[in-house]
């Protein structure tokens, strides 16, 4: 059934949203997709570990669209700002880009965007898995504030891979490698400028181009592809093997609504000094840490597609669960990330895992692999 | 290009949720699927014309748990429904489902849930596409109201077509036939209680059951598939064909936070005597109507799949735009909805649509067909 349900196609419609870069992924063979944000996002080229092993060695370009901008512009966006982010925006530099695990008050995740300062009274929030702009324009007319609540006409495209400076610098000139690690600049294509910021979904390196208005979309693609043609720059997507193998967490799959922030150890994030959405909540857990944590896990034995959450098993008794996993061709095992309770989270300990294709044994490992 | 996307399958992850009856849609051949609410839902099984004449002449189980519910319960539930509700939820039978346009505060629509009164003290809205949650929960939080604010454990399998009240008779007893359009029962499945409504996404009649209880879902699959085998049930899903010729909207389709509820042609459903958020802003439209409004249309010649907003074009002037467009069998004609200006939405009115396969002609109907 697995299978059937792998072959069923993605039926078009206006609401499942095409990007400005659609053209050129079907033209580079796009194999598979999800949805994110209403919006296509390739999965695969080639296949899970050609694309991996091409992601290490050379230079892609992803189509992460999907990841939408929130904007929120006005005299009370970083009032907004303080209310719902549990990093501290007083230290946010003027070119920084923030990861921010959002709260409700409970102090469950909503979602775990990066923040851009683009102004005193402007940001984006570059959106995981989830419609968040509805819980910052709740707020914003509950409260009255005075602040434009937006997605705008903007699409990032990540360049991805050890090349990923050459190639962009061939397009925007050498001031792209001046950028350092979360921060962004300005730069030029054609007639407009672009903020470009050094991240992306992989820990290969590179950069993130905030693509504003859809006309820009192809010619800046063409443009990558015929300026990287001899670094074998090739179309690419998040990759769900480097990604484990990175402990790059997906809102939605490693953590939910149903985790705090220190569950899914993004406790560092949270040090405002505000009382932002949910700090009376995570208080005890800021003090004495979470019931539960993610691990870095290894699965031994063959494992299907992990589609759903995997239960962990203690003596038959739930200890937490998988809900990423995949075999990792440069490590040699099934690399997963695991939800573990305290109980069972130090390092080097087995548990049972119930996959949709039998039991296995996992064993929580001391580190991710990069 | 088009063709290849459509090829591109689904990779499967615990972020694109499966469904209590997953299993049972994959049994059933399911061959297309479309993510909608973070879910798997099933978008043909033979074929989108096969699907729709079947329906038209039997009766389809249909896996909708992708119209998640929002559980508002508390001593602020109704304050909280009456803040974002156009309708007079004062007006509610105890027993009833009020189709509620939900807007901003320009008037935006953000969703069009169905919300039903399970108490005075608690409501479930079941969702268009988009995270509603978020919007209610800001809200909530913002103004600290005492209302809880869920997801719960509730997945909608929809029991559509002419034969819905024998199939539906025969598992639960003659007690459905009584239920009202848009009112709901509680019926009995083994040891629970599940609200039945007389409603669904198509105009052939039937049902949706709330199935409250994962564990509850292909149980009761199997058992209206056996109690049908005479009434040559199948497992069916919303027909892309069938709604359109029946008007039904899709939001993010046809309208989307661009639109009022006027513009849906839903004002209607805005007669709420309270100060619900956008009211202010809707009171022009409310007084001299909407400067578009959704509208039947027919057009001409060969048409692909619509995946893209259509511009309609009057002497190369933007007047409007086609979200969805399927070809008819029963009709003979390419059915399409469109959202057209006021110059230009008279019945017979003749305008370009620029096409993803070129320009047509388009007509706009008198009304839809049925």
Redesign the interface.
């Known amino acids: 059934?697995?299978g059937?349900?792998?072959?069923?196609?993605?039926?078009?419609?206006?609401?499942?949203?095409?990007t400005p870069f659609?053209?050129g992924v079907?033209?580079a063979?796009?194999?598979?997709?999800?949805?994110y944000n209403?919006m296509?996002l390739p999965?695969?080229f080639e296949s899970l570990e050609a694309d991996a092993a091409h992601l290490k060695q050379n230079v892609q370009v992803w189509d992460v669209s999907c990841e939408r901008q929130v904007s929120v512009r006005g005299p009370d966006a970083l009032r907004l700002m303080r209310m719902v982010s549990p990093r501290d925006m007083g230290r946010m530099a003027d070119d920084q880009c923030y990861y921010v695990p959002i709260t409700?008050?409970r102090g469950g995740m909503?979602n775990d965007p990066v923040a851009i300062k683009l102004a005193q009274d402007h940001y984006w929030l570059s959106l995981a898995?989830?419609?968040?702009?509805?819980?910052?324009?709740?707020?914003?007319?509950?409260?009255g504030l005075e602040v434009e609540i937006e997605e705008p006409d903007v699409s990032p495209l990540a360049i991805q891979g050890p090349k990923a400076d050459e190639l962009m610098a061939r397009v925007f000139g050498d001031v792209v490698r001046g950028i350092r690690f979360f921060r962004y600049k300005r730069v030029r294509f054609e007639d407009r400028e672009f903020v470009v910021a050094r991240s992306g979904w992989s820990k290969q390196g590179g950069f993130e181009i905030y693509v504003e208005g859809a006309e820009y979309g192809m010619p800046l693609w063409n443009r990558l592809m015929a300026a990287g043609e001899d670094l074998n720059v090739r179309a690419g997507c998040p990759n769900?093997i480097e990604r484990i193998e990175s402990g790059l967490l997906?809102?939605?799959?490693d953590m939910t609504r149903e985790n705090t922030p220190y569950e899914a150890g993004l406790g560092r994030f949270c040090n405002s000094p505000d009382d932002f959405?949910g700090k009376t909540a995570l208080a005890e857990q800021a003090r004495n840490g979470p019931p539960r944590q993610i691990r870095p896990m290894v699965i031994d034995g063959e494992i299907g597609?992990?589609?759903?959450?995997w239960p962990l098993l203690a003596g038959g008794r739930r200890v937490g669960q998988i809900?990423?996993a995949v075999f990792s061709p440069e490590f040699g095992v099934n690399v997963a990330i695991g939800m573990v309770d305290r109980s069972h989270w130090d390092p080097g300990t087995v548990i049972e895992v119930e996959t949709e294709h039998g039991m296995r044994r996992a064993t929580v490992q001391e580190r991710f692999w990069r």
Chains 1, 2 share one sequence.
């Open positions: 059934m697995q059937e349900r792998r072959m069923a196609t993605i039926t078009p419609s206006r609401r499942v949203r095409r659609s053209d079907e033209a063979g796009v194999k598979a997709y999800t949805v209403h296509l999965t695969m409700d008050h909503l898995d989830g419609d968040l702009l509805q819980f910052l324009l709740g707020i914003a007319v509950a409260l769900n997906g809102y939605g799959s959405i597609p992990c589609t759903r959450a809900a990423s």
